[in-house]
């Protein structure tokens, strides 16, 4: 006995070398508890205690003298609450503070849509919610999850409190995904917190907007004029809608498509009622005379989100035309806009400040053109194919991030630009094109930057062409073509190539130009199989299907026996073609243009101005992770935020979840996170767990 105290008192002398609130806190500090084998030896020896001791911390002692080291924490039955109390519902939007840009560390202002900048500038209040964990006090592997799978969740200390946010939607998921179409009902959700493995909360179950919601039943032509209200479309018919109030969104059921067969616009966005904040989802055919979307009148902020517009009518006009005089923080996100039956253009921007962020445009006369009075658009990871003109019409101060631009016709060259000056241009695929592929001639281009240009397979003409005029040109990072390239670049001023297509200043001299390029099997190319749609080829007439695909990178274009690529993949799919579903995703097994650029570096950086002479710095070879409660979401890597690595010369930048640009895998190279010790600073980096299919 005297031995087993001698034993004890030294038990407790090691013990109080840890920082614990006591002696007979007997846990160590690695979880391991003393209290079973304290009792154990403080037993009269009989054996017939078996060490059921707890230390604090639920570490348990058996009567062997071992202890698990698990850390059990009382659940919580919790309640969803609003992040901001001053905008409760969905469509409410806050100010954002871009000197503290997080969306979760506002003041709380609502937006009335005299807002001036993109569509940053305010914050979707009505996506974040958030929950108060009392029983933790810190954010040390803690997550969440809804029921819905709907949205993306951080934690945050704030005021020395625990919460946990939701950030926003995800990327692939929707208002629909919250609407209960038949009760005409917001969807009930719950939240499932975690801390490792441990649920350390089970949120009540519950609607977490009060909006009403509306289910339109009779074909148009109807004026939405309720403030707030969610208007839902459940049937296939035809209409007419004019948006004449604010924060209100028209959701067409998933399962249908909105078809106008009447001569006169289907969506029409009137300013005089001051209708911004209008958000809109779903399927819509125009099958007949008019404008699928007019926003001529000028209302800001609008979203497009999950968006199918496809133009069936032999006139020829724009499918989507979007005007305003000044800013107008229209923002476009996974959609998609096509043309059938006529060459038209598909998207005309003529506003201020639009962000387009993963979709695509295919079978038009032009896919997108910027005029003259369109600065400052962001496009990240848009694709555009089989134009029967330029793909795309670039204006002035826009930002290009992974962009795919392909098998597009006649005279005109993929990417054109006219006097357009002061652009960003990263991560550039132009392949299969029937002029030249990047033009910058007939007036002025000047102080045009591009990192990691792929020119591949242009048919006549010079690959790339500098015109009288321009100066100022660089080529920074990758700059490839494929064998035979040439240049032109004649009549001005450092133009960053010359006609041997090799790289001169003030382009980034020390990654030479490749000029040998082979990417004839980099993209996934023609669809055998589609499981989303009726078929994957047919004449236009047969066609039924022209809105559902497998991923946002599949659209119909031109069938033909040929391999890829080859004159007849080039141009519109009407009239009596043959046409095709193509995949402009990447081949895994490719290494022309996937996981060919380098992981990220804080001093390889770039300055992009904008139309009012203010400039930032972005990183190089990544982009920003939109809407994680973090940066400033308009896609461009700066610094203080999290990012993700891009490390494909395509819009295609991978799939799957999101894990650490650390992480080792097989499908590409492992990045660090930035410190502070460079330019651009404090980056985690990320990329997506899957690279090419």
């Not at 979707?124 to 009392?134: L, N, P, V």
């Not at 917190?193 to 339109?216: L, M």
């Not at 996974?334 to 043309?339: C, K």
């Not at 060259?413 to 357009?420: I, P, R």
Request: with cysteine; hydrophobic share 35%; net charge neutral.
């Amino acid at each position: 006995m005297k031995k087993r105290i001698i034993l004890f008192l030294i038990l407790i002398q090691i013990n109080c070398l840890n920082p614990k609130k006591s002696i007979f806190d007997f846990n160590g500090p690695n979880g391991v508890g003393f209290g079973g084998i304290i009792l154990n030896l403080l037993d009269s020896g009989n054996g017939s205690r078996n060490g059921s001791g707890t230390g604090s911390g639920s570490s348990t002692g058996t009567g062997s003298g071992t202890a698990t080291g698990s850390s059990t924490i009382q659940a919580i039955s919790a309640t969803v609450s609003v992040a901001y109390p001053s905008a409760p519902n969905m469509l409410d939007y806050i100010r954002r503070n871009m000197a503290s840009p997080s969306s979760l560390e506002q003041v709380g202002t609502l937006c009335d849509g005299t807002e001036t900048g993109w569509y940053n500038s305010c914050i979707h209040a009505g996506e974040i919610r958030r929950i108060e964990m009392t029983n933790i006090s810190d954010c040390n592997d803690v997550t969440a999850t809804d029921n819905l799978g709907a949205f993306n969740w951080t934690c945050r200390i704030q005021s020395g409190k625990v919460f946990v946010y939701s950030t926003g939607l995800k990327e692939d998921k929707n208002l629909s995904d919250l609407i209960d179409f038949t009760g005409k009902v917001w969807r009930d959700n719950s939240v499932t917190v975690r801390k490792g493995s441990q649920v350390i909360s089970t949120a009540v179950t519950s609607k977490w907007w009060t909006n009403a919601i509306e289910e339109i039943t009779i074909p148009g032509p109807r004026t939405l004029n309720t403030k707030g209200r969610i208007y839902i479309i459940n049937t296939s018919f035809s209409g007419n809608y004019t948006f004449a109030n604010t924060n209100m969104a028209l959701i067409v059921n998933p399962a249908n498509v909105m078809n106008n067969t009447a001569p006169f616009v289907l969506l029409n966005i009137q300013t005089s009622s001051n209708s911004h904040f209008i958000w809109i989802e779903g399927k819509f055919t125009q099958s007949a005379q008019g404008l699928l979307l007019d926003n001529s009148n000028g209302g800001k902020f609008m979203v497009l989100r999950n968006f199918s517009g496809v133009r069936n009518f032999a006139i020829q006009a724009n499918v989507v035309y979007l005007q305003n005089l000044g800013d107008a923080g229209i923002y476009i996100h996974n959609s998609r806009f096509q043309n059938i039956s006529n060459p038209n253009t598909i998207l005309e921007l003529a506003l201020k400040k639009t962000i387009v962020y993963n979709s695509i445009f295919s079978n038009g006369l032009t896919g997108i053109f910027f005029n003259s009075t369109a600065p400052d658009t962001i496009l990240n990871g848009v694709t555009t194919s089989n134009a029967n003109d330029s793909n795309l019409v670039v204006g002035d101060n826009g930002f290009f991030l992974n962009t795919t631009n392909t098998n597009n016709n006649a005279s005109s060259d993929s990417v054109f630009m006219n006097g357009a000056s002061q652009n960003t241009f990263m991560n550039t695929g132009i392949s299969n094109t029937s002029n030249s592929a990047l033009s910058l001639t007939v007036t002025a281009s000047n102080n045009n930057t591009f990192v990691n240009l792929l020119n591949f397979f242009t048919q006549t003409n010079p690959f790339l062409e500098i015109g009288s005029g321009s100066s100022n040109i660089q080529f920074n990072g990758n700059l490839f073509f494929s064998s035979g390239a040439i240049c032109s670049a004649a009549g001005g001023t450092s133009m960053g190539v010359n006609n041997s297509c090799d790289k001169v200043a003030p382009s980034e001299l020390s990654i030479p130009s490749n000029k040998n390029i082979n990417a004839s099997a980099a993209y996934m190319g023609k669809v055998t199989s589609e499981s989303r749609n009726t078929h994957s080829t047919g004449a236009v007439a047969t066609i039924l299907d022209r809105h559902n695909f497998e991923n946002r990178f599949r659209a119909w274009g031109l069938d033909d026996p040929n391999n890829f690529p080859h004159a007849n993949h080039r141009g519109f799919c009407n009239g009596a073609s043959m046409c095709r579903i193509w995949d402009w995703s990447l081949n895994k097994n490719d290494s022309s243009i996937r996981d060919v650029n380098s992981c990220p570096d804080g001093n390889s950086f770039g300055v992009h101005t904008w139309s009012d002479s203010t400039t930032i710095q972005y990183l190089r070879n990544a982009s920003e992770r939109m809407f994680d409660g973090v940066g400033n979401d308009n896609g461009i890597c700066e610094s203080n935020e999290d990012c993700i690595f891009t490390p494909n010369i395509a819009s295609y930048q991978g799939h799957g979840n999101l894990i650490p640009a650390s992480t080792t895998n097989s499908f590409t190279k492992n990045c660090p996170n930035l410190d502070n010790s460079k330019t651009i600073k404090n980056v985690n980096l990320f990329k997506y767990e899957l690279n090419g299919y």
